[in-house]
């Protein structure tokens, strides 16, 4: 069996300016969370349980339908763009301590 990381997409923004984009390590940390490397799937890309939940919220939605179901998806839309905002700030801040 090969490893899943051989399929992996180079991330575009980091090949081309050499920076991280919002979304940089997002698909190793998936492919963490399917070995069971949970500590590590969150290490990589914080934002991957939250974006799990969201996932499973929407596929259930479409299933079955009640009455906040639309603000719900709002808020967790607006808590997945939190998180995802304030993780790359740190790394971003982390990245410019090392390097200075």
Do not use: W
């Not at 997409?9 to 980091?14: A, F, G, S, T, V």
């Not at 179901?69 to 997945?80: H, M």
């Amino acid at each position: 069996m090969k490893d899943l990381q051989e399929y992996m997409l180079p991330c575009l923004n980091k090949t081309l300016f050499g920076v991280d984009c919002t979304g940089c390590g997002a698909q190793r940390a998936a492919v963490f969370l399917f070995q069971g490397e949970f500590l590590k799937a969150f290490q990589m890309y914080p934002a991957i349980y939250s974006l799990v939940f969201l996932l499973l919220f929407l596929i259930f939605n479409l299933f079955v339908k009640f009455k906040y179901d639309y603000s719900i998806k709002i808020g967790l839309i607006i808590f997945n763009a939190v998180v995802i905002a304030v993780a790359y700030i740190l790394k971003m801040y982390h990245i410019f301590q090392l390097t200075n």
